[in-house]
């Protein structure tokens, strides 16, 4: 698929007042996307699990204006209350998706959107925030298109999301699902993410992702701040080689069940993306101390107790701790006993991915 593709060519059919309402789900990079170029193109491949329980619900109510001129009329809500402080990246996101969606400007209105999970808990809601808007505006199109399949749907979805945020497109459908174009994936592409279709062994199905909240509040560094270090970066290159060799390495790791290979690459992928932060210019920690002690205790574990158990890290100081559903009695008794006391409130979230 090109991207003149998806540009929605009947918007004379649109309804003059309609309601759509959608929702998209959070996910977890397994191998970190980390550098762009052009418009929201991953330097290298990554590819995530789809989290269950993390979601964004959002309406968009539309209604046709009189007369149309050349800017975006919006308002939006979190939780019922209005937020104008979205309103400049929300308006970015539609700057970009104008051209396939280019009705836009001919209508008034308003974004409601909640999140399953605390706004103000540190876990990023822009991947299921974006991709929950991209997807009404996909069931806007559809609903006066009976012809468009659900795949083209979802992919459309996908397609404009990561104009809003890049890993929104891995969040609009699918369960591992791969973004940017790798030689090992067929089909893969950097304008969408397209579902991981390779053989994936019973151990990395059903898993569960407990998100250790260390640190409450909002990110220290923005992704677009932090993209853009990427840019000049003494060692971008070689982590964009990195990500890529990676993904050609989970491939029979994902086939075989290896447990042990499955948590070196993802820990090794989560430390990279935060290696890259340490030695950018300016550089930062986002890691907190508790970070770390949480890291150990995983470790030592780990080691003693045998049990299949690994983390992650997004560009922030919370721990998903990944593992196994056979695992999950004596991992929460682990969490109980020695994880939360590092946790902000002692919260957790217990999601899971589930195929
Ligand atoms: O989608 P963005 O631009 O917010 O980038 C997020 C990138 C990471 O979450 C740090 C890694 C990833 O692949 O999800």
Redesign the pocket.
Known sequence: MDPKDFIYKTPQLLPDLAIYTSEAPSNI?LV???GKYGEQLPKNT?I?YTLEKCKTQTEVILKKRIEADDQFYFEVFLDGESKPSFKSKIDTFLKRIEVYTPFLKSFQFEIHTKNTFPHSSGI?S??SGMAALAKCFVAMEASVQPEMTEAFQTQKASFLARLG????CRSTGGKLVVWGQHQDIKGSSGFYGVDYRDEVHNNFRNFRDSILLIDEGQKQVS??VG?DLMHGHPFAEQRFQQADQNITKLKPILASGNFDEFFALVESEALS?HAMMMTSSPYFILMKPNTLEVINKIWEFRTSEKVPVGFTL??GANVHLLYPEASETRIRVFIDEHLLQFCQGEKVIHDQIQF
């Open positions: 990079a970190k996307y980390w990554s995530s990023a822009s991947a945020s890049g890993s929104a992704s677009s993209h993306l997004d560009a």
